[in-house]
């Protein structure tokens, strides 16, 4: 069965702080993995995409990374803002239309 | 989000009763999901349409209807509400794997 595992389930961290959030996955055939945000209340906005060839992937001050040989991503959140606040998906697709989705980290940011 | 909407965007309703929540996209894409999410547990797939009137069931379908009569429109229909049906729904559109996600910003269903 496919699945993605997100850790932490929550974080805490000081503004202006870096932190890295963790995806492991066992989903095959393999075919991208994307970073979603999640801002309370609202629906999940795309982030960052990597296909099996991209290792690193960056949007501001958020960088990806993906090792497809281990199964692995990280998002790697820089110099944090209180905006940063929000629910981090993991979400892998496989080449079908039906992606899998982690449960979620719950990132909060403290001024 | 920009060329999704769902509505309503919330709703109060009786248990027994049926609902239906509205998925509306002006982006021509393909395929439309209609997820719920639940402390603890993520986004679980209720159905999916791969095109009009195509349609699938997703891992916690039972309780639940869809419609696509449309590309435009996909309807999700509680037929007799229950309190376990209490949750926020997102519906996502896509115009194939390599393209994402893009979701609405969701309902919030109470069923007292």
């Known amino acids: 069965k496919n699945q993605v595992e997100q850790s932490p389930q929550s974080l805490i961290i000081l503004e202006g702080k870096n932190c890295t959030l963790q995806c492991n996955y066992t989903v095959s055939p393999f075919s991208n993995l994307r970073w979603y945000k999640q801002d309370t209340g609202r629906g999940p906005v795309s982030l960052t995409i990597?296909?099996?060839?991209?290792n690193t992937k960056s949007n501001g001050r958020y960088t990806a990374t993906l090792d497809a040989d281990t199964k692995q991503s990280s998002l790697h959140i820089t110099a944090s803002q209180l905006s940063d606040s929000a629910s981090y998906i993991c979400?892998?697709?496989?080449?079908?239309?039906?992606?899998?989705f982690g449960r979620g980290t719950s990132l909060i940011v403290h001024p | 989000d920009a060329g999704i909407t769902q509505s309503p965007r919330h709703k109060v309703t009786e248990t027994g009763t049926p609902v239906t929540l509205r998925c509306h996209q002006t982006e021509n894409h393909r395929y439309m999901y209609w997820y719920r999410q639940d402390p603890g547990h993520g986004l679980r797939l209720i159905h999916y349409s791969y095109g009009v009137k195509d349609t699938d069931k997703g891992e916690v379908s039972d309780g639940y209807s869809v419609s696509r009569s449309k590309t435009e429109d996909f309807l999700l229909t509680l037929e007799s509400a229950t309190s376990s049906q209490t949750s926020v729904y997102f519906c996502?559109?896509?115009?194939?794997?390599?393209?994402?996600?893009?979701f609405g910003s969701g309902t919030r269903l109470t069923v007292v």
């Open positions: 990597m296909t099996f060839s991209e």
């Open positions: 996502a559109i896509s115009d194939g794997d390599r393209d994402g996600y893009t």
């Open positions: 979400v892998v697709s496989g080449g079908s239309y039906i992606p899998t």
